[in-house]
């Protein structure tokens, strides 16, 4: 295949848009070289670093609503950390977990251990989603709110007829700072920074309500054996203090703040969910109307904001399209490489322009002509 080069009209003026790190504005890297790099090598027990701690939690609850009661907790590692936490620090007896991707299976793996009943999964078929259903015995209840490696959005939304005092835990990895939502709509709103918000890895945040909160401290302050590390407790000790257990990586708190600040600035939640929307829908408009291309989602419904999935005809190679991308500086748009779909898939996050994405769609149609 000779080199095909896109036309520079046709090209994003960022073209990141990777579902894993997420591109981080130019703005953001600034400000860290003159403000961030001064707390480097600083201790995160002290004012400057604990101060930037409780912009980053402050900034959140005015992101997130404000929900009275509730409370912002950070801890290190990421996500999957935070599987682990939950199961010894969380879930009670038994949990209920709507699986409609990888992610969503990773988290109901880590609720099968010794100590907890085994899960109730509810297993969709990737690209669908199902719904969870009340059941007698459980007391928690875990769906992903995105989806990341299919491209599927489930509602932040309760259960009717559930067993008094369960927990709703909704994975915002992907959605959180980009999807808007009712946060009394659920009890364990977590994530990690290194999407919407245009951070690196290194932490899990969770938006907590009361009564998570009461049930973490009920379960450490009983006989089971919780690995400090993996202590919700412990996080929620640290949190109230603007820390976190172990040194956080300053960079990834700097990073996050900035674009909380950027995302309040101009309007909160409801600004960013309207750029992640007008992105998205983009995409779908143009690979319904493709001869090439269809949305992975059938379903308009389920189609997610933030994470766009797009299945190319058998006579279109999705993985050679990408490698041309690449190689014109449009990155990171190969599938989840567990779906082993031929497809390409498109964060549309909330530091993404609509301007680079709709240049993507003629850069896309592009090389398809061009390797026809």
Known sequence: MSEIIIPNEFLPVDGRFGCGPSRVRHEQIAAFGT???KLMGTSHRQAPVKNLVKRVQEGLMDLFHSPEGYEIVIGNGGSTAFWDAAAFSLVENKAQNLVHGEFGAKF???LTN???QKPTVINGE???RLELQAEAGVDSYAYAQNETSTGVVTPVKRLAGVDEGSLFFTDA????GGIDFDPLETDVYYFAPQKNFASDGGLWLSLMSPAAVERAERIAASDRYIPEFLSVKTAIDNSR?????????ISTLFFLAEQIDWMNANGGLAWADSRTKASSNHLYDWAEASSFATPFVTNPEHRSQVVVTIDFDAAVDAAAV????RANGIVDTEPYRKLGRNQLRVATFTATDLGDVQKLTKAIDYVVGQLA
Request: net charge neutral.
């Open 322 to 325: 990408a490698k041309v991308l």
């Open 126 to 128: 990737p690209g669908a």
């Open 241 to 249: 203090l603007n820390q976190t257990l172990n040194t956080p990586a």
């Open 173 to 176: 990895t992907s959605a959180a």
């Open 114 to 116: 010794p100590w907890l």
């Open 35 to 37: 403000e961030g790099a």
């Open 108 to 110: 109901a793996s880590a």
